[in-house]
């Protein structure tokens, strides 16, 4: 398999059969898909589209077969972006099969979409998706029945739980081998944009094979949602969630860095120190304190990135992420924003990058810029750990969960602040309705909790790891030359001292400016680079900045750090996504003014009640 | 199907879904376009909210928050009044 270059890999026009997987969002499409694929599935580029898509080639009955899986879209006919890419990708490229994936509870709607693919001429097997939840409801499924009505093969299944996976794979194998030989096939949208369908369509579709129960059980969904959705204890449960993910993110991501950091410091110390003495000390200093330092940076991440993860998993995967969209949207609609923008920004607390890119559901493109403007105002785990050692320094152990739980609140009012402004021009105003599916309260399975930790940490790994070593790599040599010089001497600590009349009125020092320079690259290279500019251990400079920068002067460098750039990779993003220079560059200017402007107003502020 | 009628008939009495209350449940008449265009009616219409398809509200938001909507069977949905209002059905 080729797994290696993903980037430039050029998809061959169906020299093994293609299947792409298509259905809702909220089916389990992808759950099916990660069954299907394993670990191997890849992000690959497709010319002609716009996104990139994941795809795996996997033996299946002794034959290699390639899976795409295409955007959770509503409707085959639809024009939000995702919408587009569908049909784009089934205009494309000529498939051999289409695995359409239905929640089967909802089969009453959703049969729509087996319907529409009939239409676009595609080879299908349609796969009932969540059949336990559909049991559980007491909704009565004849998959043979309804296979023979639509003509195409039809398995009740369980991505979940695997329940008739197997079945349904054996299927998809069959029909595979029944086509060998017969050309792929190219998606036919005149006669699906030419067929009016009604709702008597779908009702004879679904007649004498789905029965629903006349009085649906009472749901534990139900239950739930009388206290979560509740108007008024809604908003504060929510914040409650939110908070004790916080804590555990604390206790335990933040003791886990400090394991990580022991472990690479045990590296160095006892295999690349040893080894290096054998060099010339520039090349020792560079190896260390240069690519070395980036290695643990990056290494320092992982376990803080796969627990916030496995935190957002749950908190998306259980179906309470659109309910905070929808307790959100009153306050949100007020800003020119909806609840997805928030659900977006909430994401954006993991990494604003996979958020941005997340915009793409919002159809009205107003809309998608605010979101797209405010979204890198959110908390990343990147700047997570950066306020982490900063507060650990500065301030005392007991107050730490508060400071940081007030950069939270920081950046909710910033992002909220922004909008509310920004939407008031014309370019930022939305037209898009606000339709929100709610689904079913569901209990995430440790698996699906994995694979979106590990799917993020190799996303991050991917990303930031040369970005961040380059990083470090830049710092050092700006540290270390000239080559006599030291500290404030070097060329980057003339660089701190030449942007002093800006920085001092927020209360930044050149050391700490010359770790923000640093941190427009990323913000995870800001601790190492610390260390550089300081030219100490990571725990001697946390001693370091506690004994020479006050806790209002770290406030205001903690305010500056959340506001301003999170990194290049973002810049980059909002760029892609934007398609647009200006947009990009707005957005840049935009938050460099907000964050100094914040921190001068707080830093001045607390000077003039007398905090030194 | 974007023209509702908005006269009294025999089955019940046209309404915007915006004025069911909370347990009250009403037929789809159908969608207008305000200012979404197409857009709205599509996307309802994948969600299950559409000509003559059953609609329950299950609950409002307050402070003119969004609204809760059962449509059909086994689908819940956040829809704001603003969209809410463009939705004409005959109450049941």
């Known amino acids: 398999m080729n797994c290696c270059a993903p980037e430039e890999k050029l998809v061959p026009l169906n020299s093994v059969p293609r299947v792409a997987l298509i259905g809702q969002p909220n089916t389990g499409k992808s759950m099916l898909y990660n069954r299907i694929t394993g670990a191997s599935a890849y992000v690959g580029n497709w010319p002609g589209i716009t996104v990139s898509l994941s795809n795996a080639r996997i033996k299946l009955a002794a034959r290699d077969v390639e899976f795409v899986d295409l955007p959770g879209i509503y409707d085959l006919e639809g024009f939000s972006d995702d919408e587009r890419v569908v049909a784009d990708f089934l205009k494309t490229y000529p498939v051999d099969l289409v695995i359409v994936v239905v929640n089967a509870s909802q089969i009453d709607r959703q049969i729509l979409m087996p319907l529409q693919v009939r239409q676009l001429g595609l080879p299908a097997v349609v796969m009932l998706n969540m059949a336990d939840e559909a049991r559980k409801a007491g909704i009565e499924i004849d998959p043979a029945a309804l296979a023979a009505r639509l003509g195409v093969p039809v398995h009740l299944i369980s991505a979940k739980y695997g329940e008739g996976f197997p079945e349904a794979m054996a299927t998809v194998a069959t029909v595979l081998d029944q086509r060998h030989g017969t050309p792929p096939v190219m998606a036919d949208y005149d006669t699906l944009r030419g067929t009016l369908m009604t709702e008597d369509t779908l009702a004879e579709a679904l007649r004498g ?348 460098f903690c305010l500056f750090c959340l506001l301003y750039t999170p990194c290049l990779t973002t810049v980059a993003t909002v760029k892609a996504e934007s398609r647009s220079w200006g947009f990009m560059l707005f957005s840049l200017g935009v938050s460099l003014v907000y964050a100094w402007g914040v921190a001068f107003i707080f830093y001045q502020s607390a000077l003039l009640l007398g905090f030194k | 199907m974007h023209d509702a009628a908005m006269t009294l008939s025999a089955d019940g009495e046209v309404v915007t879904l915006a004025s069911l209350e909370p347990g009250e449940s009403g037929i789809v008449a159908g969608v207008l376009a305000g200012v979404f265009e197409n857009g709205l009616s599509i996307r309802l219409r994948a969600l299950g909210v559409t000509v003559s398809r059953e609609v329950f509200m299950v609950r409002k938001g307050w402070f003119g928050g969004p609204f809760v909507v059962r449509a059909g069977k086994a689908t819940e949905i956040a829809i704001r009044r603003t969209e809410a209002t463009l939705v004409m059905v005959r109450r049941s």
């Open chain 1, 209 to 556: 094979s789905v029965i629903y129960p006349e009085t649906p059980p009472k749901s534990l969904t139900e239950r739930l949602d009388r206290w979560l959705l509740h108007p008024i204890l809604g908003l504060p449960l929510f914040f409650a969630v939110m908070l004790c993910v916080f804590y555990l993110v604390w206790s335990i991501g933040l003791p886990s860095q400090d394991w990580v950091g022991a472990i690479t410091d045990w590296i160095q110390a006892r295999i690349l120190e040893p080894v290096l003495a054998f060099g010339p000390a520039w090349l020792q200093n560079f190896a260390i304190n240069g690519i070395w330092l980036g290695v643990a940076t990056v290494a320092s991440f992982v376990p803080l990135i796969m627990l916030f993860f496995f935190c957002m998993a749950v908190v998306e995967d259980s179906g309470y992420l659109s309910r905070a969209a929808y307790l959100m949207d009153t306050w949100m609609r007020r800003v020119g924003l909806d609840g997805r923008s928030f659900v977006m920004q909430m994401m954006g607390f993991g990494c604003n990058v996979p958020a941005l890119m997340g915009t793409r559901v919002m159809r009205s493109r107003p809309l998608r810029l605010l979101s797209m403007l405010i979204i890198p105002f959110s908390l990343c785990s990147a700047r997570l750990a950066v306020f982490v050692f900063i507060i650990s320094a500065v301030f005392p152990a007991s107050q730490g969960p508060l400071v940081l739980f007030s950069f939270y609140v920081v950046s909710f009012a910033a992002a909220f602040l922004a909008a509310a402004v920004f939407s008031r021009s014309r370019q930022f105003k939305n037209s898009e309705p606000f339709v929100l599916e709610l689904p079913p309260y569901r209990v995430p399975t440790l698996r699906q909790v994995w694979l979106r930790g590990y799917g993020e940490l190799r996303e991050f790994l991917r990303r930031a790891t040369s970005f961040i070593i380059l990083g470090s790599v830049g710092v050092w040599f700006l540290t270390n030359f000239p080559t006599d010089a030291e500290g404030l001497n070097t060329w980057g600590g003339q660089l701190g001292q030449a942007l002093q009349p800006i920085m001092a009125p927020i209360g930044i020092d050149p050391y700490l400016t010359l770790a923000l320079i640093f941190g427009f690259i990323a913000k995870e290279v800001v601790i190492g680079s610390l260390s550089t500019i300081y030219a100490m251990s990571a725990g001697m400079v946390a001693h370091q900045i506690s004994l020479t920068v006050s806790p209002v002067a770290a406030y205001s």
